[in-house]
């Protein structure tokens, strides 16, 4: 079964720095991009960006560039989310999903990650 | 950007309704749009892709079209468990962008 299996929900506070994870299985992880998109509950879905993990070719959203880093690891199938200095406005559920090479978004979605910014 | 506009914003609908839903897009995207449902606490869900490909395993009450420069979500028979939100996507340029989607309940 193809799955994107993502890390647990995650509690901080403001200035910490996070790391989330989107494990792929049941295909060749290499071969599709993971794209992660935010979910601010209330709000609409938003693109943050990709990465396609073969050659790590990321392009991101102008709106999170800079705000986070999408990286991934081929050998473990696993691509990251990770934030250096978190804010409250982070606060979000953030899935990751795939997409073939040609673009053709997003037949695979993780289950999210919550993550909680909070003093 | 591209910059994607979705309408109704919301509607209300009985079970047994035909809905139909429209993105459209600031410029030309051809046909690389999807669209997708989502429920209160779970991942979205491709129902269409490229425009009007059915997803594997989402029922045919579903379809997708487009019209001029409009995109088409049609449910041909509201069902209970399509009470949800709907967005598209379009993934013609970089950034791809979602609509600000669509939110259906009952009447």
């Known amino acids: 079964e193809v799955q994107l299996l993502q890390s647990e929900a995650e509690v901080k506070k403001p200035g910490e720095s996070l790391k989330i994870s989107c494990k792929g299985s049941?295909?060749?992880?290499?071969?599709?991009?993971i794209g992660w998109v935010r979910h601010i509950p209330g709000k609409g879905l938003e693109w943050m960006g990709i990465?396609?993990?073969?050659?790590?070719?990321?392009v991101y959203s102008p709106s999170f560039q800079g705000q986070v880093t999408i990286s991934a690891d081929k050998s473990t199938s696993t691509a990251y989310l990770h934030w250096s200095s978190l804010q409250a406005s982070d606060t979000a559920i953030y899935y990751c999903a795939r997409d073939p090479l040609w673009h053709d978004p997003f037949d695979i979605w993780g289950q999210g990650t919550m993550v909680t910014v909070s003093s | 950007d591209i910059q994607m506009t979705q309408s109704p914003s919301s509607l209300s609908a009985s079970v047994g309704d035909r809905v139909t839903i429209t993105c459209r897009a600031s410029q030309d995207i051809r046909n690389e749009l999807g669209w997708y449902q989502q429920k209160p606490g779970k991942a979205p869900k491709r129902l269409i892709h490229?425009?009007?490909s059915l997803q594997s395993g989402v029922s045919s009450r579903f379809s997708g079209s487009e019209s001029e420069t409009e995109f088409i979500l049609t449910i041909s028979s509201l069902q209970p468990e399509d009470f949800a939100t709907y967005y598209c996507l379009q993934h013609h340029n970089y950034p791809f962008t979602f609509g600000p989607g669509t939110r259906i309940d009952m009447k």
């Open positions: 049941g295909y060749t992880f290499s071969d599709y991009w």
């Open positions: 490229v425009t009007s």
């Open positions: 990465i396609y993990p073969s050659d790590s070719n990321t």
